[in-house]
């Protein structure tokens, strides 16, 4: 469609993902939230925050829950909780997120990548066990794109090398694997609540869940200056707590998740059913354990990029998970890896396409986003 100018309009525009939408939806009960955080005179931790711990730990099936300021202080005041840092190695996947690799150096312990299975693009337990040296002491499984990793095996890797156990559920607020829900399934779990996740808050927050309450008590003091009681610091902390304006918006928002989540898959089946054939991209494979939240909807392609630009001609919005893997950024260029050293991450990079997918999608924003991934490459 073209203007009298001579410009090219596009009719139809389909974000990668709403993230206004969820206030819209809940307007009237978060404006009632944030007005009652600021009758309350409580600003830095207090009722809000323990209120949506205790529920969130409950959404979970965990013990505790600890709010802190985000996600990657999630994970790394778990590894500083546990006593990890100089000399210790952490295993974690080739490719996430750098903030997963981010929070074992912030511990001051070396992280060690390991290759994903290449089908569901979490990590091997195989390769994990083949990566185990006498300095390990942690493995950092994510659940990448909303999809548990297959924590059955790597619990068994994990106890058999007595290695600490942990989750990076970032993006996997909800999903299951063998019939429990994440945050549950290693020795303590690091949750993002960024705007844009299954969960978000507005603005940045997290939180540690676990059932091993010693550790829960360290973080709580590591959260918070290294004291549980003021000006008695009983270690070196650091300022790292769930805000208790986001943390009120996230007790209205869990309410909705699992709703949320279904929508999500109601969607990811019909990104399976309409694509099962369409030559132009490999669709995600899901674990026969593993209930997805479908935090993306990841699919490949051999021509990534011009693909991208034939969605976004028709006003389709797309990112690009992970471009550049953490081993190949100039952050870890001290640890000497070259291009080639993890081929399966570098070739996730080069050619998946994350497509929209959100709670507020239509049915009919689907099925054009589909078609028009089928019509790539048609003469």
């Given at each position: 469609?073209?203007?009298?100018?001579g410009?090219?309009?596009?009719?139809?525009?389909?974000?990668?993902?709403?993230?206004?939408?969820?206030?819209?939806?809940?307007?009237?009960?978060?404006?009632?939230?944030?007005?009652?955080?600021?009758?309350?005179?409580?600003?830095?931790?207090?009722?809000?925050?323990?209120?949506?711990?205790?529920?969130?730990?409950?959404?979970?099936?965990?013990?505790?829950?600890?709010?802190?300021?985000?996600?990657l202080?999630?994970?790394?005041?778990?590894?500083?909780?546990?006593?990890?840092?100089?000399?210790?190695?952490?295993?974690?996947?080739?490719?996430?997120?750098?903030?997963?690799?981010?929070?074992?150096?912030?511990?001051g312990?070396?992280?060690?990548?390991?290759?994903?299975?290449?089908?569901?693009?979490?990590?091997?337990?195989?390769?994990?066990?083949?990566?185990?040296?006498?300095?390990?002491?942690?493995?950092?499984?994510?659940?990448?794109?909303g999809?548990?990793?297959?924590?059955?095996a790597?619990?068994?890797?994990?106890?058999?090398?007595?290695?600490?156990?942990?989750?990076?559920?970032?993006?996997?607020?909800?999903?299951?694997?063998?019939?429990?829900?994440?945050?549950?399934?290693?020795?303590?779990?690091?949750?993002?609540?960024?705007?844009?996740?299954?969960?978000?808050?507005?603005?940045?927050?997290?939180?540690?869940?676990?059932?091993?309450?010693?550790?829960?008590?360290?973080?709580?003091?590591?959260?918070?200056?290294?004291?549980?009681?003021?000006?008695?610091?009983?270690?070196?902390?650091?300022?790292?707590?769930?805000d208790?304006?986001?943390?009120?918006?996230?007790?209205?928002?869990?309410?909705?998740?699992?709703?949320?989540?279904?929508r999500?898959?109601?969607?990811?089946?019909?990104?399976?059913?309409?694509?099962?054939?369409?030559?132009?991209?490999?669709?995600p494979?899901?674990?026969?354990?593993?209930?997805?939240?479908?935090h993306?909807?990841?699919?490949?392609?051999?021509?990534?990029?011009?693909?991208?630009?034939?969605?976004?001609?028709?006003?389709?919005?797309?990112?690009?998970?992970?471009?550049?893997?953490?081993?190949?950024?100039?952050?870890?260029?001290?640890?000497g890896?070259?291009?080639?050293?993890?081929?399966?991450?570098?070739r996730?990079?080069?050619?998946?396409?994350?497509?929209?997918?959100?709670?507020?999608?239509?049915?009919?924003?689907?099925?054009?986003?589909?078609?028009?991934?089928?019509?790539?490459?048609?003469?």
């Amino acid at each position: 469609m073209s203007s009298s100018t001579g410009r090219s309009i596009i009719a139809r525009q389909i974000p990668f993902l709403d993230v206004k939408a969820g206030y819209i939806e809940l307007r009237e009960e978060l404006d009632a939230a944030y007005r009652r955080v600021m009758d309350s005179g409580s600003y830095i931790l207090g009722a809000e925050v323990e209120a949506f711990e205790e529920e969130f730990a409950r959404y979970c099936g965990a013990e505790h829950a600890v709010g802190v300021g985000n996600g990657l202080d999630a994970l790394h005041l778990i590894l500083a909780a546990a006593h990890i840092g100089a000399g210790d190695e952490v295993i974690v996947p080739a490719n996430t997120f750098i903030a997963t690799w981010l929070a074992v150096t912030q511990a001051g312990a070396r992280p060690v990548p390991v290759e994903p299975d290449a089908r569901t693009y979490n990590l091997d337990a195989t390769a994990v066990a083949a990566a185990i040296t006498s300095s390990t002491r942690a493995i950092i499984a994510v659940h990448l794109y909303g999809q548990s990793a297959d924590m059955a095996a790597l619990r068994r890797v994990a106890d058999h090398y007595a290695l600490l156990l942990i989750e990076d559920a970032a993006q996997a607020q909800g999903a299951r694997f063998g019939g429990r829900r994440v945050g549950t399934l290693g020795d303590a779990a690091g949750f993002s609540f960024y705007p844009g996740k299954n969960l978000g808050a507005f603005g940045d927050a997290g939180a540690v869940t676990t059932n091993d309450a010693a550790l829960a008590g360290r973080i709580r003091s590591l959260r918070s200056y290294g004291s549980r009681v003021k000006y008695d610091h009983e270690m070196c902390g650091f300022n790292s707590r769930l805000d208790p304006m986001q943390a009120a918006f996230l007790r209205i928002k869990l309410w909705h998740l699992d709703d949320w989540n279904t929508r999500r898959r109601d969607i990811a089946t019909r990104y399976q059913e309409r694509l099962r054939d369409c030559a132009a991209v490999s669709l995600p494979i899901v674990h026969r354990a593993a209930e997805p939240v479908w935090h993306i909807y990841f699919v490949r392609s051999d021509d990534r990029d011009a693909l991208r630009s034939h969605l976004a001609a028709s006003g389709i919005g797309t990112l690009i998970h992970y471009p550049v893997p953490p081993h190949l950024s100039p952050a870890y260029g001290y640890l000497g890896w070259r291009e080639g050293a993890f081929p399966i991450t570098e070739r996730l990079a080069k050619t998946g396409l994350s497509v929209p997918i959100g709670p507020h999608l239509a049915d009919a924003d689907v099925d054009f986003v589909s078609e028009c991934l089928r019509s790539f490459g048609r003469a």
